[in-house]
């Protein structure tokens, strides 16, 4: 595995070399600093911790400051560990996006647009309930029956109902590098990912 | 839009265009790509609608081929655009001519705007 910490900057169309035209979103993604580096021996298993984002040093607690102290750098917002990397890295040193080619397809993990409680409709994909003329009212958007009568008597576990939408981890899996800025550290990935602009991603393959 | 600005300053650049709107008869020249040949096909006819800003911006042309009313949109910046010559200005009072649809023959035509010649060449 590889993958790298970054912020979701917004979305926009370029045009690829047969003219057509791709929308595509902008991240602005890494340096990571290398904060941890955990072993099998060590630790169980094998995995990098990677930091990104400057923090303002005010707003960082000692155990934090001298963690990031091992590792030569200054306080970071964001950590998150990657699971058996692919790349040799040692403590201190940065991962940009030129770990990236581009056409390359990645996975990103991102946090959905928190929606609110909203109806089976939206949450789940309900088609409510009977006609929308025919002397009925009032159904359109109504989840139906929750399941069974007296046998059972009770509602199943995990019946899909109205709730809180969004604001959940997802993962878009094959999308494709379009692009890469390695002086600005952007990266280009077709498609939509996860999340409002500023949220953080990760891309990871 | 920092970074969106950036991106396509690096990629597509700045083209220059003749300053057109709704309204206006335009030919757009695009490049068409026929196996390993390429050659330009011009598409002449009205503004009927210039939509969004930046590098992702497009506009509808609309012209009767043939009896039939045909409409394409382009994007402003699309590398297939080999060139847009203003033909004539349009008088019109509304910014997007969806109207026209409705219309043919001798309604459908629009006013044309006389104004003293001027450099009309802007970059977007």
């Known amino acids: ?36 580096v955990k072993t099998q021996e060590s630790d ?44 040799d890295k040692n ?20 946090t959905s647009k928190g929606k609110g409680f909203q109806g089976v409709v ?7 309930v009977g006609d ?25 576990k995990g019946v899909r109902m109205a709730g809180r939408t969004g604001n959940d981890r997802v993962k878009l899996k094959g999308l494709k590098v379009v692009k890469i800025f390695p002086d600005k550290n952007y990266i280009l990935i077709s ?12 891309i990871q393959k | 839009m920092n970074a969106i600005k950036y991106v396509h300053e690096k990629l597509s650049g700045n083209k220059e265009f003749p300053l057109f709107k709704a309204g206006d008869n335009i030919t757009v020249n695009y490049k068409i790509i ?11 006819g009205d503004v009927i609608k210039r939509q969004g800003v930046g590098h992702t911006a497009s506009f509808t042309v609309r012209k009767i081929s043939d009896g039939i009313g045909v409409e394409r949109v382009f994007p402003l910046y699309s590398p297939n655009i080999d060139s847009i010559v203003l033909n004539k200005t349009g008088h019109v009072r509304r910014a997007k001519l969806f109207y026209q649809r409705t219309r043919s023959g001798k309604s459908a035509r629009i006013r044309e705007k006389r104004m003293t010649t001027e450099t009309t060449t802007a970059t977007e």
Do not use: W
């Not at chain 1, 370029?14 to 340096?31: L, M, N, S, Y």
């Not at chain 1, 403590?91 to 991102?110: A, H, K, P, Q, S």
């Open chain 1, 1 to 36: 595995m590889k993958g790298i910490i970054g912020k979701k900057l917004g979305m926009t169309s370029i045009f690829d070399p047969g003219g057509r035209q791709v929308a595509c979103t902008v991240i602005e993604a890494g340096p990571c600093v290398v904060t941890q």
């Open chain 1, 44 to 87: 169980g298993y094998n995995a990098l911790q990677l930091a990104f984002g400057d923090k303002n040093e005010k707003h960082s607690n000692s155990a934090e400051k001298n963690h990031f102290a091992k590792a030569n750098t200054a306080a970071k917002k964001f950590v998150k560990e990657f699971r058996d990397y692919s790349i």
């Open chain 1, 91 to 110: 403590l201190g040193e940065t991962i940009t996006v030129e770990i990236f080619t581009e056409g390359e397809t990645v996975d990103v993990v991102g």
């Open chain 1, 122 to 128: 939206k949450r789940h994909g309900f088609t409510g």
């Open chain 1, 132 to 156: 929308a003329t025919h002397g009925q009212h009032d159904r359109s958007r109504a989840p139906g029956s929750l399941g069974n009568s007296s046998d059972a008597s009770r509602v199943m």
């Open chain 1, 191 to 202: 498609g939509s990912v996860p999340g409002h602009n500023g949220s953080i991603v990760l």
């Open chain 2, 34 to 44: 026929e196996g390993n040949k390429e050659r330009i096909q011009s598409f002449k």
